[in-house]
């Protein structure tokens, strides 16, 4: 609510309490709580003290039990507000000790159902490890970021949610006007069913219904996490030095029993192979090493993909965006799930897996509009392999079904907004009317804008502020290069802007050293990383042209999949550099990627202890 000047206020309402509602309240005024009534009975607040009943940050809780009761509940706020904006927020908390033993369940049944997952698929030991590393990190961040903390538009993302998991049709073509409902629908309806499935058990507990939602986006954060260390492992398998280092096997999963190919062999033959084969493996059960000697071996093996891995997993935007309500999660992971396809695709040629990177992709689009850049990517790669086979009919009849799929979805997700504009009631097919955005929001559209990067805010200013231009706003490789790190919120505890500060100072470095290592690469190199780079370009490019015909601050939340382009070109350079015997630039390299990735986990736990 909006207040236009200083006063007193009363709020009345209606609290509903679920059966397994939490009693204990938080109350977060915004200016300052007076009384508090429920269900006519006054509430003592004289033991709360004065400075947390005017806390807007975390505010102060309440044990409630003996005046709420289950069903509905009259209360009645009298609060202080000095204009502005004003209101109560307030939620149910759980009870400490069994807040500790529910996210001790989840923590083990999400170890357990990610150790089975990354068996399955047969994942490398770095692999395996960074996907088990990155789930514990984005645990602890889920542990203390409740729905309402770091979101973005989050009314709107549950309104559409709300809307498909009562009436299951997609709205009408005028409701993508305004909210979230101008997005392809894919995504709210995979939240729809999830919200009415926790309504089964709580049907009014926002707080719980919320968190759920929080736990869908995580799983589908985790797809990013894992298709993204695929890719990875895809690409540095290019690089292996010699035979003697067998290529990383190649990630599936096993859906069932695989077929012999060998059923001619004897029996004698099978017989004495088996009794051979059991030897051998019992001798090597006995001499294997411990799983330590076994981790350190992998990692002196394979440290760059250790280290590049852990720069991709540990990135602190896509940790901070991994409990974010909103379409953004299941884009990244389905994104980078249709890449991993196109990539292999790319190498192998297999119809395979251009059949599964359209349709993967097509499910991107129809979560995000910003999938349709894999429409472009799919294109140029299959254009390439055209010209450079010149098996043109091959091609052509190979290419109809995927493009089918894709353009359907593209049809499908343009279409209400085609029309809209059409009808006159929107400006532009893919974003919002500017007419309705604050003039605060809006920053220069010149070329200085565009060319100037200022090194000294970047560093310096540890977090950026939309409407701030000390913090850099208005150039655009700061804004969508802090943005890009720590997304456009501010975290106040010293050991968060300091480790803020070391990792915007090594972005800066990485970024340098990303730039000589392009110099030094081959066209090989180009070839090889061929999909990678093209994805990261195009999705540069659109952010781009967002912000020069929208200028308002481009979040670099739009295309946060742009990081596994970073991390490729960085790890490609690394090992460029150790081919070309520059191995002190490679290790170089290595050492600013791993410093990185220990100051993000420092200011994610940073998050942790302060909250």
Request: hydrophobic share 45%.
């Amino acid at each position: 609510m909006q207040s236009n000047e200083s006063g007193v206020y009363r709020l009345s309402g209606t609290l509903t309490m679920g059966k397994y509602t939490s009693t204990l309240l938080r109350f977060i005024p915004d200016d300052e709580i007076y009384t508090l009534t429920i269900n006519q009975h006054p509430i003592d607040l004289s033991m709360i003290p004065a400075h947390e009943r005017k806390d807007y940050s975390k505010g102060f809780t309440y044990e409630l039990k003996d005046y709420l009761h289950q069903g509905d509940n009259q209360i009645e706020i009298l609060y202080m507000d000095q204009g502005g904006l004003m209101g109560i927020v307030i939620s149910a908390e759980s009870n400490g000790h069994i807040k500790r033993i529910v996210y001790l369940l989840f923590t083990t049944v999400a170890l357990l159902l990610a150790l089975k997952i990354t068996n399955a698929c047969r994942l490398s030991t770095p692999v395996k490890v960074l996907f088990i590393g990155a789930l514990l990190i984005r645990l602890v961040y889920f542990s203390v970021t409740t729905a309402d903390i770091r979101e973005h538009d989050l009314g709107d993302h549950i309104g559409y949610t709300e809307y498909l998991s009562q009436n299951w049709m997609p709205p009408p073509v005028d409701y993508a006007v305004g909210g979230a409902f101008f997005h392809p629908p894919l995504y709210y309806y995979t939240g729809a069913i999830v919200y009415k499935a926790t309504q089964l058990v709580e049907p009014s507990n926002k707080v719980i219904l919320f968190r759920i939602q929080q736990v869908l986006v995580l799983i589908y954060s985790m797809g990013f996490v894992l298709f993204g260390l695929m890719i990875l492992q895809e690409l540095l398998n290019l690089y292996r030095k010699s035979p003697a280092q067998p290529e990383y096997p190649t990630p599936e999963i096993i859906l069932g029993p695989q077929r012999s190919t060998e059923s001619t062999e004897s029996t004698e033959s099978t017989e004495s192979t088996e009794s051979t084969e059991s030897t051998e493996s019992t001798e090597s059960t006995e001499s294997q090493p411990g799983l330590f000697k076994r981790l350190c071996k992998s990692f002196k093996d394979e440290s760059v993909l250790w280290v590049i891995g852990a720069l991709f997993a540990f990135w602190p935007v896509a940790i901070i965006h991994s409990v974010r309500i909103g379409n953004d999660p299941l884009l990244y992971f389905l994104f980078t799930a249709s890449l991993y396809y196109i990539i292999r695709w790319y190498r192998h040629d297999q119809k395979r897996d251009l059949m599964i990177a359209s349709l993967v992709g097509a499910a991107a689009i129809l979560t995000k509009a910003n999938g349709e850049i894999l429409v472009a990517v799919l294109g140029v790669i299959g254009l390439y392999k055209m010209v450079s086979t010149k098996q043109w009919a091959t091609y052509f009849k190979m290419a109809i079904a995927p493009c089918f799929i894709m353009l359907l979805a593209v049809a499908i997700t343009v279409g209400p907004g085609l029309i809209l504009k059409m009808q006159g009631k929107r400006d532009k097919l893919y974003i919002d009317n500017i007419d309705g955005l604050s003039q605060a929001n809006l920053v220069g559209n010149t070329a200085a804008n565009y060319f100037w990067f200022d090194a000294k805010i970047f560093i310096t200013e540890p977090f950026t502020d939309p409407y701030d231009d000390r913090m850099g706003r208005q150039f655009f490789w700061n804004y969508l290069g802090k943005t890009g790190l720590f997304g456009e919120f501010k975290y106040p505890a010293l050991l968060n802007v300091n480790t803020a500060v070391i990792c915007s100072f090594l972005a800066v470095l990485m970024f340098l050293y990303l730039l000589f290592g392009l110099y030094r690469m081959t066209r090989e190199d180009f070839k090889r990383m061929a999909p990678v780079l093209l994805s990261g370009f195009f999705l540069w490019a659109g952010v781009t042209y967002m912000r020069m015909t929208f200028p308002a601050n481009i979040d670099f939340r739009y295309i946060v999949p742009i990081i596994l382009t970073f991390c490729a070109l960085y790890g490609v350079s690394i090992l460029r550099f150790q081919q070309q015997g520059a191995t002190r630039l490679a290790n170089i390299g290595l050492t600013m990627s791993a410093l990185f990735s220990l100051s993000a986990l420092i200011f994610i736990w940073g998050i942790y202890l302060n909250s």
